[in-house]
């Protein structure tokens, strides 16, 4: 997903004087060939997130293209206020894209993990909010980044995630994907995001070995969220389940939810996720997986208890 | 016909009655912290400032950023005598409905830069358009205003870092030096002593003046950058509440709105008509 958002980031530099790429003491390596090719336009503010935003937007209010990059916790929540009044406020044309989303930096522990970042920044007015499952997306939704107008937080997994598509597709913001659906009849459909999905995938093909058959949506967009989408799923299955790898309060979670209680939907809904904690434990990102209830056996196991009390 | 100094004290004078008015009238506002930066912005905007109401949108313009957002109602009595909006929009200050509030605006002011209030933001945002000037060969000068108790902010300390690395000597730093902030004395609180060495060792280049002397103000602020590729810091040493006795160097004042007798007072001494 990484590379794949540098790649996007150096063609769009190639076509587009204005953009820069900022990060805070991170990249090393991966950055090499777009600072070879522009020197000039390559930041790095050193262990600085706050002023990375600042000048940013400074930048920005001059006609430049800032896509400022580095660990999301640090990101969106050392920056936070830089993000708000100078770039959200002032309706600065920053993009914020951040790498180690979720507890994909497994043993470096939760200081390192991105697991409210989603809530926050989907709080901001004006912002667009991305959440790509892959590299494919990722540079769809670089391209997308730039071509928006206004703040976008873009959320990275790490470099070598699997990809989840087969073939190229039309990407749309705010439109989710349909990526798995019942022949005829679904039991539940299941909203995901992120790097997460590869999990979701596995579940999706074990509930169908035991007659489960779930519609599976990527929600690359989690701001603007896709209401149509939801309110179709929902109205068609009355179970609707969501897995985020992320706190179940105010990331995908939330957004499904309000979409649905607002629309006077009756569903049976679940939402999968960090139930309110920090990722706990070391280990692989396997190992964090499963002991963070977000495994594909653990959505397996949910999915069968929200489509038996139906 | 008077001389040039002379006019702009005398224009001082002005936009403190006006501050005044237009805090009493609005019903609250920071007034000696604005009163204590009139000098400096009537310095900047009447004689060196490449800005006016035709060219807010020129992108070679000279910026201002006001990162004390807290006293921005003097920002909003310059911009308006020099017709940047019409002056009747000061006596809504602080109202329903009106552009002006008790932080500047930036989408909806115009001539304002930058939405400021919460401290320590102004200077990364003004590095950052110093660094845009670089990228793109403009002459432009960024000028910005930091109140002393905003260097407690760390984010003021990053960008000082940074402008200093990137030989940014398109950049001033103005320091409304009045030594109080919102409790008390700074050396009371969190000193920022020895402020001048501070910003040395950072790698600026720094001078000191009287921050109510417009002639010495302008004087630095025409011999820019004070070394080449350095970042220029003027500390400008000044009274919070400057022209009302009794708000003079006193911490109680800093959001506080006068009585009537104490209004009258105020009045005499700003050479306002108490109607």
């Given amino acids: 997903m990484r590379n794949a958002y540098i790649d996007a980031l150096y063609e769009l530099a190639g076509k587009d004087e204005r953009v820069l790429a900022l990060v805070a003491d991170n990249g090393a390596i991966v950055y090499d060939k777009f600072r070879a090719a522009y020197p000039g336009r390559f930041i790095n503010f050193g262990i600085a997130e706050a002023n990375m935003i600042g000048v940013a937007a400074g930048l920005a209010s001059c006609g430049k293209v800032p896509f400022t990059y580095t660990i999301a916790s640090f990101l969106t929540m050392r920056a936070f206020e830089q993000i708000r009044n100078d770039v959200c406020m002032q309706r600065m044309n920053v993009k914020l894209v951040g790498?180690?989303?979720?507890?994909?930096?497994?043993?470096?522990?939760a200081t390192h993990h991105a697991t409210i970042d989603m809530s926050i920044m989907r709080a901001l007015p004006g912002m667009t909010v991305f959440s790509p499952s892959g590299p494919l997306e990722a540079r769809k939704i670089t391209k997308e980044a730039a071509r928006i107008d206004g703040p976008v937080y873009i959320r990275l997994s790490v470099g070598g995630s699997p990809e989840i598509y087969e073939a190229d597709y039309e990407f749309e913001t705010g439109k989710g994907v349909i990526l798995r659906d019942g022949p005829?009849?679904?039991?539940?459909?299941?909203?995901?995001?992120?790097?997460?999905?590869?999990?979701?995938?596995?579940?999706?093909?074990e509930l169908r070995h035991m007659g489960i058959n779930a519609r599976v949506v990527?929600?690359?967009?989690?701001?603007?969220?896709?209401?149509?989408?939801?309110?179709?799923?929902?109205?068609?299955?009355?179970?609707?389940?969501?897995?985020?790898?992320?706190?179940?309060?105010?990331?995908?979670?939330?957004?499904?939810?309000?979409?649905?209680?607002?629309?006077?939907?009756?569903?049976?809904?679940?939402?999968?996720?960090?139930?309110?904690?920090?990722?706990?434990?070391?280990?692989?990102?396997?190992?964090?997986?499963?002991?963070?209830?977000?495994?594909?056996?653990?959505?397996?196991?949910?999915?069968?208890?929200?489509?038996?009390?139906k | 016909m008077r001389d040039r100094p002379n006019l702009l004290n005398d224009k001082a004078e002005e936009i403190r009655r006006s501050i005044f008015k237009m805090i009493c009238d609005g019903g609250g506002g920071h007034i000696p912290?604005?009163?204590?930066?009139?000098?400096?912005?009537?310095?900047?905007?009447?004689?060196?400032?490449?800005?006016?109401?035709?060219?807010?949108?020129?992108?070679?313009?000279?910026?201002?950023?006001l990162s004390?957002?807290?006293?921005?109602?003097?920002?909003?009595?310059?911009?308006?005598?020099?017709?940047?909006?019409?002056?009747?929009?000061?006596?809504?200050?602080?109202?329903?409905?009106?552009?002006?509030?008790?932080?500047?605006?930036?989408?909806?002011?115009?001539?304002?830069?930058?939405?400021?209030?919460?401290?320590?933001?102004?200077?990364?945002?003004?590095?950052?358009?110093a660094m845009a000037a670089k990228m793109d060969n403009r002459d432009f000068k960024v000028f910005v205003v930091m109140g002393d108790g905003e260097?407690?902010?760390?984010?003021?300390?990053?960008?000082?870092?940074?402008?200093?690395?990137?030989?940014?000597?398109?950049?001033?730093?103005?320091?409304?030096?009045?030594?109080?902030?919102?409790?008390?004395?700074?050396?009371?609180?969190?000193?920022?002593?020895?402020l001048a060495d501070k910003w040395r060792a950072f790698g600026w280049q720094v001078k000191e003046a009287d921050g109510h002397n417009i002639k010495k103000l302008v004087d630095l602020?025409?011999?820019?950058?004070?070394?080449?590729?350095?970042?220029?810091?003027?500390?400008?040493?000044?009274?919070?509440?400057?022209?009302?006795?009794?708000?003079?160097?006193?911490?109680?004042?800093?959001?506080?709105?006068?009585?009537?007798?104490?209004?009258?007072?105020?009045c005499n001494e700003l050479g306002i008509d108490p109607k």
């Fill in chain 1, 99 to 109: 790498i180690g989303a979720g507890f994909v930096y497994s043993n470096l522990g």
């Fill in chain 1, 184 to 205: 005829e009849t679904v039991d539940a459909a299941i909203f995901t995001t992120g790097g997460i999905i590869t999990e979701v995938l596995k579940a999706h093909g």
């Fill in chain 1, 218 to 309: 990527n929600v690359h967009t989690i701001k603007p969220i896709d209401k149509d989408i939801i309110i179709a799923s929902a109205a068609k299955t009355r179970v609707v389940i969501t897995v985020e790898e992320h706190s179940i309060i105010g990331g995908l979670g939330s957004a499904v939810a309000e979409v649905i209680a607002e629309n006077g939907i009756a569903a049976r809904f679940k939402r999968i996720g960090l139930q309110g904690v920090f990722a706990g434990g070391y280990g692989t990102y396997d190992d964090m997986k499963e002991m963070n209830g977000l495994s594909a056996n653990a959505i397996v196991s949910e999915t069968i208890d929200c489509v038996n009390m």
């Fill in chain 2, 33 to 65: 912290a604005s009163l204590s930066i009139v000098e400096i912005l009537v310095a900047l905007y009447y004689e060196v400032l490449n800005v006016t109401p035709a060219t807010i949108c020129d992108p070679g313009r000279d910026r201002f950023i």
């Fill in chain 2, 68 to 129: 004390k957002g807290h006293a921005c109602v003097t920002l909003y009595a310059v911009l308006a005598d020099l017709g940047f909006f019409d002056k009747s929009a000061l006596d809504t200050f602080g109202r329903r409905g009106s552009i002006l509030g008790g932080h500047p605006d930036m989408l909806k002011i115009p001539g304002v830069e930058a939405s400021t209030g919460a401290l320590g933001h102004g200077l990364p945002f003004g590095a950052g358009i």
């Fill in chain 2, 151 to 194: 260097c407690q902010e760390g984010s003021v300390w990053e960008a000082a870092m940074f402008a200093a690395q990137h030989r940014l000597d398109n950049l001033c730093v103005i320091i409304d030096y009045n030594r109080l902030q919102a409790m008390d004395e700074l050396d009371k609180i969190v000193s920022v002593s020895p």
């Fill in chain 2, 221 to 266: 602020c025409t011999a820019l950058p004070f070394q080449p590729k350095k970042p220029s810091m003027i500390i400008a040493n000044t009274i919070k509440g400057k022209g009302v006795s009794f708000m003079e160097n006193e911490p109680i004042w800093h959001y506080r709105m006068p009585n009537g007798q104490e209004m009258r007072v105020a």
